[in-house]
């Protein structure tokens, strides 16, 4: 038994609107079995532009029934029927939500006419209901109200069901059949063609701009899980009904899938993407030359036109290393803006200061020992690559750490012996480094320090 279904609501999404006005029509495959049809009053006034659009007004549905009132008919109805709609997810999670909140769990098998007309009528130029039934010549009556669209949609599917879809319905509603679940807009084929590997995938939209991008060890259960339930919010709803078309890009290991999306996200800045998109101020070793010859040491905020010395996610980690230069080479603390107090500079832990922030100390001795410490610190940064597997057995994914920055990533022959790192760079593709991808290096090889291989 098929239940049709159409709603009214004051908005897109369920966890913030209400239903305005709902129909339902049984049908068993061959004809019309019962309808009903119910204006239902809302928590929320109706905005305008929805009464424009609607003909429903605050008026209209003030002596209606809640939803509350209305849930032990509509349960009664829709349990256990074959859920069919217009793009079904829409108007399946607004009843499914409002069920919840009155006490109902309704379970239902779902079918898309959407979906469905896609199957039966393969390349039509829309699958909205308005054009379907201009195509099909189905006549619409009382355009955006339940009952019209209801009726509407009634139609459809019997011109569906007279051109063989029983089929595809079939297909549909069959036990762990997934298809339904997927956004109305986007081709099931894309879905399938995924490979069950380390990746990054990206959602465009109608215009194929990418609204979001993803990581995944494993492309295709990672994708689908993104549908495996509708949720009732704006941006959940928003999200679903923009994604038009998914590509990916396949990498051999889980590290590469989550260096690529973070520098995609950045490249790209989607949509509905948030994490790695928030501003936060991470922080620079720099030098400069003061007015009177010393080179000065300063951890500052990241400056967008000077290249630091070394980066930090922390502005702590930045005071750590300079303490550890200032007492490696007897560095002056207020030279390197560790000491802001007035007074004699008191040096830091063991170490004296000798006098440069006073002029004791000529600006040759005190530069040579800073020009010793920078020495060091590039010494000290390490270069190193992560060897590991590759997309075939004839090569090795690889990724390069170059003086304690990330360089960039790609494939090597299995066969070839990389003697220097600049010998590699032939073999990899350099990317924009970050703070985030920095720190997943230094972590992975933390885990699995057999896999790294130092220059």
């Known amino acids: 038994?098929?239940?049709?279904?159409?709603?009214?609501?004051?908005?897109?999404?369920?966890?913030?609107?209400?239903?305005?006005?709902?129909?339902?029509?049984?049908?068993?495959?061959?004809?019309?079995?019962?309808?009903?049809?119910?204006?239902?009053?809302?928590?929320?006034?109706?905005?305008?532009?929805?009464?424009?659009?609607?003909?429903?007004?605050?008026?209209?549905v003030a002596g209606a029934p809640t939803f509350e009132e209305l849930a032990p008919k509509l349960y009664e109805l829709l349990q256990g029927k074959i859920f069919v709609a217009h793009n079904v997810n829409f108007d399946y999670s607004f009843l499914k939500h409002h069920f919840d909140a009155a006490g109902y769990d309704l379970v239902c098998n779902k079918l898309c006419t959407v979906r469905l007309a896609k199957k039966v009528f393969p390349g039509l130029p829309s699958y909205s209901l308005g054009n379907l039934c201009r195509h099909f010549g189905i006549n619409i009556y009382n355009r955006h109200r339940a009952g019209g669209d209801t009726d509407a949609t009634v139609r459809l599917l019997e011109h569906l069901l007279l051109n063989n879809a029983e089929p595809h319905i079939q297909q549909f509603i069959k036990r762990g059949a997934k298809e339904q679940s997927l956004p109305p807009n986007l081709p099931k084929d894309q879905v399938d063609q995924l490979p069950y590997t380390p990746g990054v995938y990206y959602f465009h939209n109608q215009t194929g701009k990418v609204i979001y991008v993803g990581k995944a060890k494993n492309l295709k259960y990672r994708v689908s899980s993104h549908f495996t339930h509708n949720g009732a919010g704006k941006q959940r709803q928003d999200f679903l009904r923009n994604i038009h078309r998914i590509t990916y890009q396949s990498c051999s290991t889980e590290l590469m899938a989550f260096i690529l999306e973070s520098v995609e996200i950045k490249r790209l800045w989607p949509e509905f993407n948030s994490s790695q998109k928030r501003f936060t101020h991470s922080y620079g070793l720099y030098m400069f030359q003061d007015n009177s010859g010393y080179l000065r040491l300063a951890i500052d905020k990241k400056k967008k036109h000077l290249q630091p010395l070394y980066t930090f996610n922390l502005l702590l980690e930045g005071h750590r290393?300079?303490?550890?230069?200032?007492?490696?080479?007897?560095?002056?603390?207020?030279?390197?803006?560790?000491?802001?107090?007035?007074?004699?500079?008191?040096?830091?832990?063991?170490?004296?200061?000798?006098?440069?922030?006073?002029?004791?100390?000529?600006?040759?001795?005190?530069?040579?020992?800073?020009?010793?410490?920078?020495?060091?610190?590039?010494?000290?940064?390490?270069?190193?690559?992560?060897?590991?597997?590759?997309?075939?057995?004839?090569?090795?994914?690889?990724?390069?750490?170059?003086?304690?920055?990330?360089?960039?990533?790609?494939?090597?022959?299995?066969?070839?012996?990389?003697?220097?790192?600049?010998?590699?760079?032939?073999?990899?593709?350099?990317?924009?480094?970050?703070?985030?991808?920095?720190?997943?290096?230094?972590?992975?090889?933390?885990?699995?320090?057999?896999?790294?291989?130092?220059?």
């Open 1 to 60: 038994m098929y239940a049709i279904v159409d709603i009214e609501t004051t908005g897109g999404y369920a966890a913030n609107n209400d239903i305005t006005e709902i129909a339902i029509v049984l049908h068993d495959g061959q004809s019309v079995i019962s309808r009903f049809e119910s204006l239902v009053r809302p928590v929320r006034n109706i905005p305008y532009y929805i009464q424009v659009l609607t003909g429903i007004s605050n008026d209209m």
């Open 321 to 455: 290393l300079m303490n550890q230069l200032i007492q490696r080479f007897n560095l002056c603390p207020k030279l390197c803006f560790m000491q802001t107090a007035q007074g004699p500079c008191t040096g830091t832990g063991e170490v004296a200061c000798l006098g440069a922030c006073e002029h004791k100390e000529t600006v040759d001795v005190y530069n040579e020992r800073v020009q010793q410490a920078l020495q060091w610190l590039e010494e000290w940064l390490p270069t190193f690559a992560v060897v590991d597997a590759g997309h075939a057995r004839d090569e090795q994914s690889c990724i390069l750490m170059e003086k304690g920055k990330f360089y960039g990533m790609g494939y090597i022959p299995a066969g070839v012996g990389i003697t220097s790192r600049e010998e590699l760079k032939n073999y990899l593709t350099p990317y924009p480094e970050n703070d985030y991808i920095r720190g997943l290096v230094y972590q992975y090889v933390e885990r699995y320090p057999n896999k790294k291989v130092s220059f």
